[in-house]
């Protein structure tokens, strides 16, 4: 039995340690060359995150973002994003753009055409946060 028990009681331990990162993001969101948002979020990996402005019109934009890192590549972080428009109420998803950032690095994605009727640019700098002990 006790054996037993002192075998659980690692493995618990072991799996502490092994949990999955927690990453900072900082947000920038610049719709049809108008800076409308610029964010912080802390994101669990594998998990989905939400940033969603509305003014008292109903018109706004959101950004989804879930965080996954990369297998056998340290100090990279996968960023799946959904970004949209929020006009009378109705969410209008305009790309789900995905990119491969570098811990504490800026990304850029930039979507759309100048002269199109919708272009962003989504401006992001992931940092893993410290395991919480």
Do not use: C, W
Not at 6 to 26: D, G, Q
Not at 111 to 127: Q, R
């Amino acid at each position: 039995m006790f054996k037993a028990t002192l075998l659980v009681s690692f493995l618990f331990l072991s799996s502490a340690f092994a949990a999955n990162p927690v990453y900072k993001l900082n947000i920038n969101l610049t719709l049809n060359g108008k800076h409308v948002a610029s964010q912080g979020l802390i994101v669990n990996h594998g998990e989905k995150s939400e940033i969603q402005q509305k003014s008292a019109n109903g018109t706004g934009s959101f950004i989804e973002v879930t965080p996954e890192e990369i297998d056998g590549e340290l100090k990279k972080v996968h960023l799946k994003f959904t970004v949209g428009v929020i006009a009378k109420g109705v969410r209008q998803i305009l790309s789900t753009p995905e990119m491969i950032v570098s811990e504490g690095k800026a990304g850029t994605i930039e979507v759309g055409e100048d002269d199109g009727p919708e272009n962003f640019t989504l401006t992001v700098l992931a940092n893993r946060q410290p395991a919480k002990k």
